[in-house]
């Protein structure tokens, strides 16, 4: 494997085609895949965001090459996934309508067991520009498993009774459903710029410990401004992203810099209120 572009802890970026990149990491040794593939959807017209008009053009990895070139790279990405998924391994993938059916299709060629699809409902979704046709509210994304008979993690009980605050739709102590009502990017998550497609990270938070347990491997193939990376880090996952642009690896460094920082800070205030309760303990004590 060539060396990472940024490694700490268990954070580990790599540089380069995703395609490449997952040939060369060991067979069945993932336990879960979050891939947020290009949408191939950046065209030369305009889309209304935050009530400015905006370029529909994310980037050239964006840009549409075609159905039948862009179901082949849906193809090649989803069959290198496999290859290094654990068997009781599973991989998410999140898209919108141009690109969501040829990866749920993709999948399902590859052998994969599809085990849900959810709908991220964003109830702060843009306005459509044209008003010729529905607002775009939502995004889908697909959970499957590597084998139709693998023993796939599913933290149930936590997100039956888990605090999902952010969402309206989730009821207390109910079931969690495949209706999620989550924000779009919260102002802190732009602290350091934003990535053209950047997920928010209660929506990366509520899939990582949804689907992993504490340790795991996630690989996020596409990671952009590493969202996955960081509630991956945050609820201690392991974590290798790819990205073939390093302007979105150096976005994802100060990211996670940012909450590296702020778990020492949590972790010395916790260190010192234990030290503070020993030294209290210790002075009855001796008094
Ligand atoms: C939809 S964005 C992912 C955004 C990410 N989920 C986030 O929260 O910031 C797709 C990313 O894939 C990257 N990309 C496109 N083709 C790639 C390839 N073949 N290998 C690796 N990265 C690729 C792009 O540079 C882009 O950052």
Request: with cysteine; charged share 25%; hydrophobic share 35%.
């Given at each position: 494997m060539k060396s990472p572009y940024y490694h700490k802890k268990n954070f580990t970026l790599y540089h380069g085609n995703c395609i490449d990149l997952l040939h060369k990491i060991e067979e069945n040794s993932v336990d879960m895949i979050f891939a947020d593939p290009?949408?191939?959807?950046?065209?030369g017209t305009f889309t209304c965001q935050n009530g400015k008009m905006v370029s529909?053009?994310?980037?050239?990895?964006?840009?549409?090459?075609g159905l039948k070139k862009n179901f082949e790279f849906h193809q090649e990405w989803i069959n290198a996934c496999k290859r290094v998924l654990k068997p009781n391994g599973t991989i998410w993938i999140s898209g919108t309508y141009h690109s969501i059916y040829q990866c749920g299709f993709a999948l399902e060629i590859a052998g994969f067991h599809i085990l849900n699809d959810i709908a991220w409902f964003k109830p702060n979704a843009s306005p459509n520009l044209s008003c010729r046709f529905f607002t775009a509210s939502h995004e889908t994304l697909i959970w499957a498993r590597k084998n139709k008979n693998a023993k796939h993690t599913f933290n149930y009980d936590l997100m039956k009774d888990?605090?999902?605050?952010?969402?309206?739709?989730k009821k207390k102590g109910l079931q969690m459903r495949s209706v999620w009502s989550i924000n779009t990017?919260?102002?802190?998550?732009?602290?350091w710029g934003k990535h053209p497609t950047q997920k928010s990270f209660d929506l990366l938070r509520r899939i990582v410990l949804a689907s992993t347990n504490i340790n795991d491997l996630i690989i996020d193939p596409?990671?952009?401004?590493?969202t996955t990376g960081l509630a991956a880090y945050r609820y201690g996952r392991r974590f290798i992203g790819i990205d073939i642009e390093t302007i979105y690896l150096d976005l994802s460094i100060k990211r996670f810099r940012e909450l590296d920082k702020q778990l020492q800070q949590i972790k010395s205030i916790a260190n010192d209120a234990l030290l503070h309760r020993h030294t209290h303990k210790d002075n009855l004590i001796h008094a």
């Amino acid at each position: 494997m060539k060396s990472p572009y940024y490694h700490k802890k268990n954070f580990t970026l790599y540089h380069g085609n995703c395609i490449d990149l997952l040939h060369k990491i060991e067979e069945n040794s993932v336990d879960m895949i979050f891939a947020d593939p290009p949408y191939f959807l950046s065209s030369g017209t305009f889309t209304c965001q935050n009530g400015k008009m905006v370029s529909v053009k994310k980037g050239d990895w964006d840009l549409s090459n075609g159905l039948k070139k862009n179901f082949e790279f849906h193809q090649e990405w989803i069959n290198a996934c496999k290859r290094v998924l654990k068997p009781n391994g599973t991989i998410w993938i999140s898209g919108t309508y141009h690109s969501i059916y040829q990866c749920g299709f993709a999948l399902e060629i590859a052998g994969f067991h599809i085990l849900n699809d959810i709908a991220w409902f964003k109830p702060n979704a843009s306005p459509n520009l044209s008003c010729r046709f529905f607002t775009a509210s939502h995004e889908t994304l697909i959970w499957a498993r590597k084998n139709k008979n693998a023993k796939h993690t599913f933290n149930y009980d936590l997100m039956k009774d888990g605090d999902w605050e952010e969402d309206q739709l989730k009821k207390k102590g109910l079931q969690m459903r495949s209706v999620w009502s989550i924000n779009t990017l919260k102002p802190s998550e732009k602290n350091w710029g934003k990535h053209p497609t950047q997920k928010s990270f209660d929506l990366l938070r509520r899939i990582v410990l949804a689907s992993t347990n504490i340790n795991d491997l996630i690989i996020d193939p596409f990671t952009g401004s590493s969202t996955t990376g960081l509630a991956a880090y945050r609820y201690g996952r392991r974590f290798i992203g790819i990205d073939i642009e390093t302007i979105y690896l150096d976005l994802s460094i100060k990211r996670f810099r940012e909450l590296d920082k702020q778990l020492q800070q949590i972790k010395s205030i916790a260190n010192d209120a234990l030290l503070h309760r020993h030294t209290h303990k210790d002075n009855l004590i001796h008094a």
